[in-house]
């Protein structure tokens, strides 16, 4: 004989969302520090946010991130403005820092061809405007590195361009993001 039990009651509940409520789930704005604390110079864009944590305003996320593609493009969904700081190697001198808006200019690949995150910053920003999933203001701060070497520190260059890059990005989000008297892509330091 097979025991028989009654049945338990069961309950749906359904909540209706507003659209306000699903846009508090994405911060209006975020700067993500893309790298790999371990690896020298690949810490530039987490050293970066590390100085920016709880000085910029309320309404700006910060945060540090591995730069996996799939990652990357899913966190910056939603978002309006985003602001991603990286280390790059496109041959110019170590501490270069260079600023891209990416929704009007692709990221060079000489620059971000190799990445130790597998794929990374330049594939995320290239698949989001391929699926119109870019933010409409999305700008790149790419730091020249020089040495990836597990378990290195920052080079001295890159720790200078790590606090150059702070500051600027300080100043353009004070300034709301007007920041019209800037090139799509330029090098600034």
């Not at 659209?19 to 893309?34: F, K, N």
């Not at 899913?74 to 170590?94: I, M, Q």
Request: charge should be negative.
């Amino acid at each position: 004989m097979i025991p028989v039990f009654p049945a338990l009651h069961i309950f749906c509940v359904l909540k209706w969302i507003e659209a306000e409520d699903m846009a508090s789930d994405h911060p209006r704005r975020i700067v993500l520090g893309i790298g790999n604390p371990d690896r020298g110079d690949d810490a530039a864009g987490q050293a970066v946010v590390r100085i920016l944590r709880g000085v910029l305003p309320l309404d700006v996320e910060v945060e540090e991130h591995s730069g996996e593609a799939t990652s990357l493009l899913s966190r910056l969904d939603g978002v309006l403005e985003a602001f991603l700081v990286d280390a790059c190697n496109s041959g110019a001198p170590s501490g270069t820092v260079q600023r891209f808006d990416v929704v009007t200019t692709p990221l060079p690949k000489d620059a971000f061809g190799l990445s130790t995150h597998g794929l990374g910053v330049a594939e995320a920003v290239e698949l989001g405007r391929t699926l119109g999933q870019l933010p409409p203001r999305c700008i790149v701060y790419a730091i020249e590195g020089d040495s990836y070497e597990a378990g290195a520190p920052l080079s001295q260059p890159v720790a200078a361009a790590v606090a150059d890059v702070a500051n600027r990005l300080r100043s353009e989000i004070a300034g709301n993001g007007k920041s019209g008297e800037q090139a799509p892509c330029m090098k600034l330091r």
